[in-house]
Nanobody, 130 residues
Framework: QLQLVESGGGFVHPGGSLRLSCVLS????????IGWFRQAPGKEREGVSC????????YYTDSVKGRFTISRDNAKNTMYLQMNDLKPEDTAVYYC???????????????????????WGRGTQVTVSS
């Protein structure tokens, strides 16, 4: 059974950094597109960053460009979200997700917009405050 477990969340001051990790168990990460999403209190879920597995096509939402980096280590079955220069507006629960390969090839931008991911982690809280 496929399972995703996030870690690395916590409390930081503005300008600080965190690295979120998400370990996939039960299957091999190689064949999956990956994504990081977040949901702040009272707001809709937002696609933060997504990466297509076939060619590494990557998307970042505008508010995190230049500050966040998505990556994957297939050998470790782990995906990451490096978050630098964190801001209070980055406060949210962060979720990782994977998308099973299908015949429908979507760009990373579309995946983040439509969130066609079949498996999700349970989330990790990130709080940025002074």
């Amino acid at each position: 059974q496929l399972q995703l477990v996030e870690s690395g969340g916590g409390f930081v001051h503005p300008g600080g950094s965190l690295r979120l990790s998400c370990v996939l168990s039960g299957f091999t990460l190689d064949y999956y597109a990956i994504g990081w999403f977040r949901q702040a209190p009272g707001k809709e879920r937002e696609g933060v960053s997504c990466m297509r597995n076939s060619d590494g096509n990557t998307y970042y939402t505008d508010s995190v460009k230049g500050r966040f980096t998505i990556s994957r280590d297939n050998a470790k079955n782990t995906m990451y979200l490096q978050m630098n220069d964190l801001k209070p507006e980055d406060t949210a629960v962060y979720y990782c997700a994977v998308r099973t390969p299908t015949s429908s090839v979507l760009s990373a931008r579309t995946m983040c917009a439509l969130a066609p991911f079949g498996s999700w982690g349970r989330g990790t809280q990130v709080t940025v405050s002074s």
